[in-house]
């Protein structure tokens, strides 16, 4: 740990970064449905809440974030010279494992109402027709929530676009923009931050290959809990184990002789069980959370 505070001033994420804060554990949590919804008007700081959308769409989707379990709704959006004269609308099933996504072309905004998502997430055979091979990256650039996410992840979009042109879409805030750029992967709902341009050749290599190409820049699978993205993080990172599908969750238990202390087990391919124990703790160094935000303390995980 680095014991020099950040400044109230500094961009959240150079400050995160300078102070080595841990990324595993940051990524969206106990989300397994996401529910990506093509919109190209202002994003406001909250993008759902101030968008122009008819109100009914948007109580709507607020009701499915209610009502459909683990979901969460993102709002995307191409480059203006995609014009398909459609609305995109992409359901992903992000479990642990072979997961799936659904792709939807809307005439209009209005038309998710009459889509019932939790029987595509059922696998109701209605909607067989509509299961999909796309591998969209949902890249951060929401700047009307916090700057780096548009500073940091406008460059990765743009990056993307060209080495893999049409996969790659604007999103709505993803949470934790001091980890800038920011990228979920769908279907599998792998989050992944701190991503460089450099980088994003082997990014979209490992992933094609069903692999993560840099433990150190996982965030976590959102499916899972912030303590069961920790323990997957030291797993693999103990394992050198890449591959996406290489663990199974078996079980996320808080030790009974410590407080937020965590075991944390995952079963490999053999059956092999792997343990991870851990504690949760708040301390310095101090940055801020967003950019302009008050300073706090970083969220460690250490070995016990």
Not at 215 to 229: F, N, T, V, W, Y
Request: with cysteine.
């Amino acid at each position: 740990m680095d014991d020099v505070n950040a400044r109230e001033d500094e961009w959240c994420a150079a400050a995160s970064a300078a102070c080595n804060e841990p990324i595993a554990g940051s990524a969206t949590e106990d989300t397994e449905v996401w529910i990506a919804l093509e919109y190209d008007g202002p994003w406001g700081r909250k993008a759902l809440v101030t968008s122009e959308l008819p109100a009914s769409v948007k109580e709507h989707l607020r009701g499915l974030e209610a009502n459909v379990p683990r979901s969460r709704v993102q709002l995307i959006r191409r480059p203006r010279t995609d014009a398909r004269g459609t609305i995109r609308l992409y359901i992903a099933h992000a479990r642990e494992h072979a997961p799936l996504l659904y792709r939807f072309e809307l005439d209009a905004h209005e038309a998710v109402r009459a889509l019932d998502v939790a029987a595509v997430i059922a696998g109701d055979p209605r909607f067989a027709d509509a299961r999909s091979d796309d591998a969209p990256l949902l890249v951060c650039t929401h700047g009307q929530r916090d700057r780096c996410c548009a500073v940091l992840g406008i460059p990765v979009f743009e990056q993307l676009e060209v080495l893999a042109p049409g996969r790659a879409w604007h999103t709505s805030h993803v949470g934790g923009h001091r980890f800038a750029a920011n990228v979920v992967a769908l279907p599998s709902g792998l989050c992944f931050g701190r991503l460089q341009v450099g980088e994003l050749p082997a990014f979209l290599a490992g992933l094609d290959g069903g692999e993560i190409f840099a433990l150190d820049r996982l965030r976590g699978r959102s499916c899972h809990p912030k303590e069961a993205q920790i323990g997957e993080s030291l797993v693999r990172a103990r394992l050198g184990e890449r591959a996406i599908e290489a663990l199974t969750l078996a079980s996320c238990t808080r030790a009974p002789d410590e407080a937020r202390a965590y075991v944390v087990r995952f079963r490999d391919r053999t059956g092999a069980l792997h343990d991870a124990q851990f504690v949760i703790e708040s301390a310095p160094p101090l940055r801020p959370k967003g950019c302009g935000e008050e300073l706090t303390p970083i969220s460690w995980h250490r070995p016990r």
